[in-house]
Antibody, heavy 117, light 106 residues
């Protein structure tokens, strides 16, 4: 079975940094595009970042571009999200998702980020 | 970016009742995707490529539409279908989600 397990969430002060991890199992990790999607406290879903299967290509919305970096280690079957210059509006549940052509077919259980002083 | 507007925001249905919710896109999209989220759980893919059921999804769910207008239908409401449903597009960057339709059991 496909399994995605996020970790690394927590409470961070504005301007701070944090790195999220996602351990993947149950599928050939290196064959799939992976993404991070967040859900705000208002329950709105927002795409955060996408990385190609080999890691060569990354994509971000303007809201996080330059502050967030998605990466992966295919040898460790692990996806990462390095977040810096954090703002209160980054407060959300962060989901690791497996991507395919146009959609997110598997989601982890999520890890919570709270940005507050 | 393409804005997805879901309606209604909240609805209720009795067991056995037919349920239809809609998703309107601000520009034409090629496909629509639908997710179901129950309280305390992650979103789950329900429908891909507008009308295809994801693995394990009951056949009472169906999706349809084209261009800027899409819909999700439950042929006969069951208690376990009470959840929030989100539509999503990725015809252009950035991929975007609707605000959700909360379906309650009457």
């Amino acid at each position: 079975d496909v399994k995605l397990v996020e970790s690394g969430g927590g409470l961070v002060k504005p301007g701070g940094s944090l790195k999220l991890s996602c351990a993947a199992s149950g599928f050939t990790f290196s064959s799939y595009t992976m993404s991070w999607v967040r859900q705000t406290p208002e329950k709105r879903l927002e795409w955060v970042a996408t990385i190609s299967s080999g890691g060569s290509y990354t994509y971000y919305p303007d809201s996080v571009k330059g502050r967030f970096t998605i990466s992966r280690d295919n040898a460790k079957n692990t996806l990462y999200l390095q977040m810096s210059s954090l703002k209160s509006e980054d407060t959300a549940m962060y989901y690791c998702t497996r991507g395919t052509t146009g959609y997110f077919d598997y989601w982890g259980q999520g890890t919570t980020l709270t940005v507050s002083s | 970016q393409i804005v997805l507007t879901q309606s209604p925001a909240i609805m209720s249905a009795s067991p056995g009742e037919k349920v239809t919710m809609t998703c309107s896109a601000s520009s034409s999209v090629s496909y629509m995707y639908w997710y179901q989220q129950k309280p305390g759980s992650s979103p789950r893919l329900l429908i891909y490529d507008t009308s295809n059921l994801a693995s394990g999804v009951p056949v009472r769910f169906s999706g349809s539409g084209s261009g800027t207008s899409y819909s999700l239908t439950i042929s006969r409401m069951e208690a376990e279908d009470a959840a929030t449903y989100y539509c999503q597009q990725w015809s252009s960057y950035p991929p975007t989600f609707g605000a959700g339709t909360k379906l309650e059991l009457k």
